[in-house]
């Protein structure tokens, strides 16, 4: 018989819906009934394309006999931390105070009154090797909750003191040029300059610690940072992290040489590389960034995009049971499809009978197109239509297999990235339907995701709920912004300003010059929470600065200006000594040092100067491109607009740093010189 899960949405909670664990979702009846039975609550959270979250399930939560213990001793509630990142992002910290790291699945044990007492991940279910099984930690934990009373408010106050403790700032620093410079040479310090990426395995794509480095390059002139993150994109790009034949990138890579994934694809991921790829094209134009890119871009269009134009969450890392079982390879297998064309795809691919990943192959390149040319006496452009033709030929194939799992809850913070990475697409590739995309995506946040003047965090099967966090706002309001430069509604400029507004008054803390995670008319947790960190996606605080920066040079109100350089002062010191978690922070810093420039292109009948601005590597430009006289007309009231002219048959380009304008430029010459 179905347990309460069979009421929600959420495709990870529907997947625990039939264990015999009787599973609560968080919320006033579970949380009620801990009270009213003084019984301890067992928080799990996880995530529908968690692979261990699968493992535990199976093994305990599908075990009669630890579940009849759960049932007896506990109140069982299961969150899916992508709809309640802020449950999440409390316990998560709990854990890795107490055991120095995290990750899903979260297990945690808690008094009635939300105060964990123990924590951790994955447990197995059976004693081993010294260490308690999950099903001996629950029989344990229910006797030390009856029996002693006093040690489990001891631990419960103990976590929630240095819980609290944690969630203090105070090292403002003064924004100067030697804070980046510190930062880039520590980052450069636990980079692999052999395989790219940072530190050893496993290794993150980290989109926005790739970005500084090419900022940083850019700043200082030194060639070995761009170099690095060059590598860094190519090697991810050729590696197994890629999909080689349906595009899209995989979760992270479970070694150093990018060949081994973690096979789940998660939205958000394939929406932070874009971006940095498009910047990698626009240094080098080096076309294999370009194939990434739409490959990316397209995988997300054919696999992850709701017939509303909303994207979904993720792809599992399982079908059948098996992980990576979808993406693998038998080398007999290709030779059977390929036939005479199987030896190039084979050696391009480092296709052996082995296999690189337990008696089966992820396709994985670490030749030259020029020398698979020269081993087989045929001219590059032939190597390349051979392999072109095979990789159609298998993902035909492939796409027969049983596809892994998807979740498809769509997703406002997430979604907003997509959006960002559509039109950073759309701006070096010219595809049109990646711009559309991006628009279908903005109106479906608007019909959809929002109510009485507020966004909402999560949507499925036509029902939203959750009251939207502070990535939801930032990275909605960044992603209006992004869609403003290419097409400069005022609509969009408005929503952008009304909810940066909102963001300031219910999510902003003047004491600790930051942003709540939380509004302040969310529901009350047992702590509110900051968070200050650019890891898997950049953090709220990070993307605010920046959106609070462009908004202050596009509307001159010096209070985005004040805040922005607040949140960066307040995090400057850390950003400096602890650069791989401050990635998107130390992007807004480069940008308000080197003093963004505001470049409006008028009219883009040119397409030639269209193209030049949209293809250069300008990462502290605020361009907007207007294409329509009405829009102009629109923003006359905003002094970015004001003196700017509209003509038929003519492009103008206007150059403004630090308060001073160019006078209107029409050749790419001239522009050159000023940016």
């Not at 447990?123 to 229910?142: E, H, K, M, T």
């Not at 530190?199 to 480095?213: D, H, L, M, T, Y």
Request: charged share 25%.
């Amino acid at each position: 018989m179905p347990n309460n899960l069979i009421k929600e949405s959420s495709p990870y909670l529907l997947q625990h819906a039939n264990n015999p664990v009787q599973w609560y979702a968080w919320g006033e009846e579970a949380l009620d009934k801990a009270k009213q039975e003084n019984k301890p609550i067992f928080l799990s959270i996880g995530y529908s394309a968690c692979h261990w979250c699968h493992v535990m399930a199976h093994e305990s939560f599908e075990s009669e006999e630890i579940a009849k213990a759960m049932n007896e001793n506990f109140i069982n509630i299961k969150v899916d931390r992508e709809e309640r990142p802020d449950i999440d992002d409390i316990y998560q910290k709990v854990c890795q105070m107490t055991t120095g790291s995290g990750g899903w699945p979260l297990s945690v044990f808690l008094t009635p009154d939300q105060r964990p007492f123990y924590v951790g991940t994955y447990f197995p279910p059976l004693d081993n090797y010294g260490r308690p099984g999950f099903g001996s930690i629950v029989l344990q934990l229910a006797q030390a909750w009856k029996e002693k009373p006093g040690n489990v408010e001891q631990a419960a106050e103990s976590f929630i003191n240095t819980l609290q403790k944690t969630e203090s700032i105070s090292l403002d620093s003064k924004l100067e040029r030697s804070i980046l410079d510190e930062a880039a040479m520590n980052l450069l310090s636990i980079a692999d300059t052999t395989n790219g990426g940072f530190g050893q395995a496993p290794k993150f794509p980290n989109a926005s610690n790739i970005s500084f480095v090419l900022r940083y390059s850019k700043l200082s002139g030194i060639a070995k940072f761009q170099e690095f993150a060059f590598k860094t994109l190519t090697k991810m790009a050729n590696g197994g992290m890629y999909d080689q034949l349906g595009g899209g990138f995989h979760r992270y890579s479970t070694d150093a040489r990018w060949l081994v994934p973690h096979f789940e694809k998660m939205l958000y991921d394939n929406a932070l590389l874009p971006p940095v790829y498009a910047e990698a094209y626009q240094i080098s134009k080096d076309p294999r960034y370009l194939e990434v890119i739409n490959g990316t871009l397209r995988y997300v269009l054919g696999h992850m995009t709701s017939p509303q134009g909303g994207f979904y969450s993720a792809e599992d890392a399982d079908s059948e049971g098996e992980e990576g079982k979808f993406y693998v390879w038998k080398k007999k297998e290709i030779q059977e499809i390929l036939g005479k064309d199987a030896d190039i795809f084979c050696l391009y691919y480092d296709v052996t009978d082995g296999g690189n990943f337990e008696g089966h192959t992820i396709l994985y390149n670490n030749m030259n197109l020029s020398s698979i040319a020269f081993h087989f006496g045929k001219s590059e452009s032939e190597i390349k239509q051979i392999l072109q033709q095979s990789r159609e030929k298998l993902y035909a194939v492939r796409v027969q297999r049983v596809p892994p799992g998807r979740d498809d809850k769509i997703m406002t913070n997430w979604n907003s990235l997509m959006i960002t990475a559509f039109i950073k697409g759309y701006r070096v590739t010219g595809e049109w339907d990646f711009f559309q995309a991006a628009t279908n995506c903005i109106e479906f946040i608007e019909s959809q995701l929002t109510r009485d003047g507020e966004l909402l965090h999560t949507y499925k099967n036509g029902h939203s709920k959750l009251r939207a966090y502070l990535d939801d706002y930032a990275y909605f309001v960044n992603s209006l912004l992004d869609y403003f430069e290419i097409a400069p509604s005022k609509k969009h400029l408005d929503l952008a300003v009304y909810y940066a507004n909102y963001l300031i008054e219910h999510f902003w803390d003047e004491n600790q010059k930051s942003f709540f995670f939380t509004a302040d008319n969310h529901e009350k947790l047992i702590i509110r929470t900051k968070n200050i960190y650019d890891l898997s996606l950049p953090s709220g605080n990070s993307v605010t600065a920046w959106v609070m920066l462009r908004l202050y040079h596009l509307t001159q109100e010096k209070k985005y200006l004040d805040i922005s350089i607040k949140v960066m002062e307040s995090l400057a010191v850390m950003a400096a000594e602890n650069p791989f978690g401050f990635g998107q922070l130390l992007n807004t810093m480069y940008a308000y040092l080197q003093k963004p420039v505001e470049i409006t292109l008028v009219n883009t009948i040119n397409h030639n100067i269209k193209n030049y601005l949209l293809k250069k590597f300008i990462p502290e430009a605020i361009l907007v491109m207007i294409s329509k006289k009405e829009d102009l007309e629109n923003l006359k009231d905003l002094q970015f607009f004001t003196g700017k002219e509209f003509e038929d048959a003519k492009t103008k380009v206007y150059v403004c740093r630090d308060f001073t304008c160019s006078l209107p430029l029409e050749t790419v010459s001239e522009i050159e010189k000023l940016v």
